[in-house]
């Protein structure tokens, strides 16, 4: 028995010198620990939600009924009415016999350009500026992708290539090639009358060339009454075959979701919003919002319409998307530094030795971190570059701290 009092004598002991290092160490700590502080720093941050929804435009299909069709106009692209859009080919020949009447009528038009120099007396200083900003214009549309400015400028620089090499000697050689070229698009042109034909656009409108089905399922007018239900049940149509691409008409375009209630309860038609989609297209776009449905299970329709960036969303469908209700501008204050003394919110600063007590209003909670009001009315405020005290301890204001 004396043996087994002794054994918990000892762990006793043991215990108490644990608790007593332990709370040494605390003290100790909490005395010399370095002071640690955090720049105050503006910041922005969107208070909303990531929805998953549907691009919605008012659409016209464009059908072709030949065997080989081929699209003249870019996605995109504004087309007037009677605009050309797409070339129609009843055959294979068809087809290789307009390569060789654009290639043609390319030809015709260089030499043209050139001819006319050759018989005037062109100044070469000039035509080497033309051609030297006609290069850098070049590059600048290449650096850009933008192929339809590059197709005009090619025909033109090389226009003022073959005018730059010209001379008097060869222009009876240069007409004689014009006259032979004329004569053989003038018979290419009488023989694809019959089997080649251009299909043109039946208004105004921006082209696509993608059909998905969805172009007579998903309206604008449908928007305007459909049910969360309704709108989880939408399937697209079987494309048309002879389908080749669309026609969309109007400026206005909509994204459309279902979103839980609580997600929705402060946001009303008229509000301003913005959406970044998650793929295909990253630029932010400012929205307005066109309807917020009722109630249904727990969800609302959200629509949402737009009247910028056509352009860029004719191949966009269903997409993925973050949508920004509200944005707080302010300054980033870590949680970890604010305190909350005689009711009042607020955190201390290190100006210099002394630990300074400045209020806050807090405007969002990002997880992490508040965004608080930069009230630039008094120096006594916090501002942008104060350094944030986040770990010190009995801190009051005025306090000389180290």
Same mark, same amino acid.
């Given at each position: 028995m004396k043996q087994g009092k002794s054994y918990f004598t000892v762990i006793v002991w043991i215990l108490l010198a644990a608790i007593v290092a332990y709370f040494t160490y605390s003290v100790v700590s909490s005395l010399y620990a370095p002071l640690l502080t955090v720049t105050v720093t503006q910041y922005e941050a969107?208070?909303?939600?990531?929805?998953?929804?549907?691009?919605?435009?008012?659409?016209?299909?464009?059908?072709? #009924?030949?065997?080989? $069709?081929?699209?003249?106009?870019?996605?995109?692209?504004?087309?007037?009415? =009677?605009?050309?859009?797409?070339?129609?080919?009843? =055959?294979?020949? +068809?087809?290789?016999?307009?390569?060789?009447?654009?290639?043609?009528?390319?030809?015709?038009?260089?030499? @043209?350009?050139?001819?006319?120099?050759a018989t005037s007396a062109a100044d070469q200083a000039a035509l080497d500026a033309q051609i030297s900003n006609s290069l850098v214009q070049y590059v600048r549309? /290449?650096?850009?992708?933008? *192929?339809?400015?590059? #197709?005009a400028l090619s025909s033109? /620089? &090389?226009?003022?290539?073959?005018?730059?090499?010209?001379? $008097?000697?060869? !222009?009876? !050689?240069m007409q004689q090639k014009i006259e032979a070229f004329k004569a053989e698009l003038a018979t290419l042109r009488t023989q694809a009358a019959s089997d080649t034909s251009q299909i043109r656009a039946g208004g105004a409108g921006t082209f696509s060339a993608s059909v998905d089905g969805y172009e007579y399922v998903l309206t604008p007018e449908l928007l305007d009454s459909v049910s969360t239900q309704e709108f989880s049940a939408l399937t697209p149509d079987e494309p048309d075959e002879r389908a080749i691409g669309k026609l969309i008409t109007g400026m206005t375009w909509y994204f459309a979701c279902t979103l839980p209630s609580s997600e929705l309860k402060d946001v009303h038609e008229g509000d301003r919003v913005t959406l970044t989609f998650a793929r295909d297209y990253y630029q932010p776009v400012s929205m307005r919002v066109r309807?917020?449905?009722?109630? @249904?299970?727990?969800?609302? *329709?959200?629509? /949402? !319409?737009? #009247?910028?960036?056509?352009?860029?969303?004719?191949?966009?469908? *269903?997409?993925?998307?973050?949508?920004?209700?509200? $944005?707080?501008?302010? /300054?980033?204050?870590? &949680?970890? +530094?604010v305190r909350v003394e005689n009711g009042q919110t607020g955190v201390y600063v290190l100006e210099g030795t002394t630990a300074k007590w400045k209020p806050i209003t807090i405007l969002h909670d990002t997880g992490e971190s508040y965004i608080v009001e930069l009230d630039k009315s008094s120096t006594g405020n916090l501002w942008p570059g104060d350094e944030l005290i986040i770990n010190a301890k009995n801190l009051y204001n005025g306090k000389v701290v180290s």
């Open positions: 969107g208070a909303g939600c990531y929805a998953t929804g549907f691009v919605v435009r008012q659409e016209e299909l464009i059908y072709s #009924d030949y065997d080989t $069709t081929v699209i003249t106009c870019s996605e995109g692209m504004h087309v007037a009415s =009677s605009d050309v859009v797409a070339i129609g080919y009843q =055959s294979e020949e +068809a087809r290789t016999r307009q390569a060789r009447i654009d290639e043609l009528t390319a030809q015709i038009e260089q030499l @043209e350009f050139a001819w006319n120099a549309y /290449l650096s850009r992708r933008d *192929m339809n400015s590059l #197709d033109e /620089l &090389k226009g003022y290539v073959l005018r730059r090499t010209s001379s $008097t000697e060869a !222009s009876d !050689s309807r917020v449905g009722d109630n @249904e299970g727990g969800y609302r *329709m959200l629509v /949402l !319409s737009s #009247d910028t960036a056509m352009q860029n969303i004719t191949m966009l469908r *269903m997409q993925s998307a973050d949508v920004v209700f509200t $944005t707080y501008n302010g /300054l980033r204050v870590p &949680k970890d +530094a």
